[in-house]
Every structure is written in structure tokens, then in C-alpha cells.
């Protein structure tokens, strides 16, 4: 069956470093893959979108990379700070764009 | 703030009621997506509306209804309720142009509580 992990274990990291979560998907080809923030109580907020034919992607201090052949996304927030501190969920699409199937999610959080 | 509302903010019902959730899209959307989300995971899928049809559903069962209104709000129904549907509901609405990916702006969601 289609999978989607992410490390459920909270990413703890110092304020000033990079952080990078990983997205690991199996049994499953996606033509798109997204990144959201979701902070305590609210919806997810929208943060890169990446297409299958892109390796790589960058947003200010966000930076995404999709290798299919690893079925692997990575997400590093660069110079991280303490507001960064959120959950991060990776999401795939179906090829027709009309289902998104989310990742459990990984918590960060960047101490001062 | 997206723009897409979302009411109630919460709601306590017992095993076996029914319950209407309501979606206020973003202006100028045309596609509303509705998630279950339990403590701790992700969102789940369950259907899509565009254009006031049902556009992909995900694996829950056909008491999850939907509706989507030509001013593009949308509700979700959930009959017999059972205590695993407790659970934070999302709607995210989009603006679908062609097929593909396209960002979601989702909603605050509301907190079903199933006693």
C-alpha cells in the first residue's frame, strides 16, 4: 500500500543551523510534491511546491530537493529561528491533482 | 490568514448523531478539499469538490457526504457518528485553471469531539 513517512520524532536543533527533514514515500509514483507548516490549532499554511521533474527548489530560506529514484524529498530551512518552530508535513499528488496524501508530519523546534 | 472559514470552531456530539460542518472558501476559488485530521497525524483525504461535483474521495465510507454550492461554500455531512470521527476537519479551498498540483489554502478547521 501507498506510504508516506516522516520522522515523528521532534527535530531539535539550535537557532543559526540548518534544519532538514526528510519525506520518504513508497509504492507510490507522485507528479507532485508539497510542503506545508502547520502551527497548534490552526490549518496547514502552503510553503513550496515541486514537480517531478525538478531536482531542486528554493524560497528565501527554504529550500526543497525531490529525487524520484530514492522516492525521497528533503526540506532544509537555512539560518533557522525560533518562529520556524512548527510542525512540517510533506504531501504528494495524485496526477490529476485532485488528492493530496500527507505525511504524519514532523515537529521542529529551534531554540534560542 | 487564507481567506477560507471554517464553522463551527467546535462541536460535541454523542455516538450515532449527525453533524454539518461548514466551509467558506477563499474568493475566486472553484475547488474545495475537506481532511480529517486526528491528534498527532497528518491530514487525511476525504473528497474533493469542484465545480459542485465530487472531483476524488479518499478511503472513508459513504456516510462522509459533501456539498459544494455555487458560491463555491461547501458543507461536510458525517451520519451515525462513531467516537474514531473525533478529530480536527479541515477544508482547504484552491483556484483549478487545468489539471495538476495546485496550492491548498486551508481553513482553521473545527474540533469534533464524539462522546
Known amino acids: ?74 526540506f532544509h530551512i537555512t539560518a533557522s529561528q525560533p518562529a520556524d518552530s512548527a510542525t512540517y508535513l510533506c504531501a504528494l499528488h495524485n496526477n490529476a491533482g485532485n488528492m493530496l496524501t500527507f505525511g504524519g508530519g514532523t515537529r521542529l523546534m529551534v531554540k534560542p | 490568514e487564507t481567506g477560507v472559514t471554517q464553522s463551527p470552531t467546535h462541536l460535541i456530539k454523542t455516538r450515532g448523531q449527525q453533524v454539518t460542518l461548514r466551509c467558506s472558501s477563499q474568493s475566486g476559488h472553484n475547488t474545495v478539499s475537506w481532511y480529517q485530521q486526528a491528534l498527532g497525524q497528518g491530514p487525511q483525504f476525504i473528497f474533493q ?54 496550492e491548498q489554502f486551508f481553513g482553521p478547521g473545527t474540533r469534533l469531539t464524539v462522546l
Open chain 2, 49 to 102: 469538490y469542484y465545480r459542485e461535483e465530487e472531483n476524488g474521495r479518499g478511503n472513508f465510507p459513504p456516510r462522509f457526504s459533501g456539498l459544494q454550492f455555487p458560491n463555491y461554500s461547501s458543507e461536510l455531512n458525517v451520519n451515525a457518528l462513531e467516537l474514531d470521527d473525533s478529530a480536527l476537519y479541515l477544508c482547504a479551498s484552491s483556484l483549478v485553471q487545468r489539471q495538476g498540483a495546485h
Open chain 1, 1 to 74: 500500500s501507498q506510504k508516506i513517512e516522516q520522522n515523528s520524532e521532534a527535530l531539535n536543533i539550535q537557532e543559526g543551523k540548518t534544519a532538514t527533514l526528510t519525506c520518504n514515500y513508497t509504492n507510490y509514483s507522485p507528479a507532485y510534491l508539497q510542503w506545508y507548516r502547520q502551527d497548534p490549532g490552526r490549518g496547514p499554511v502552503f510553503l513550496l511546491l515541486i514537480r517531478e521533474n525538478e531536482k531542486e527548489k528554493r524560497k528565501e530560506r527554504l529550500k526543497v530537493t525531490f529525487d524520484t529514484t530514492l522516492k525521497q524529498s528533503l
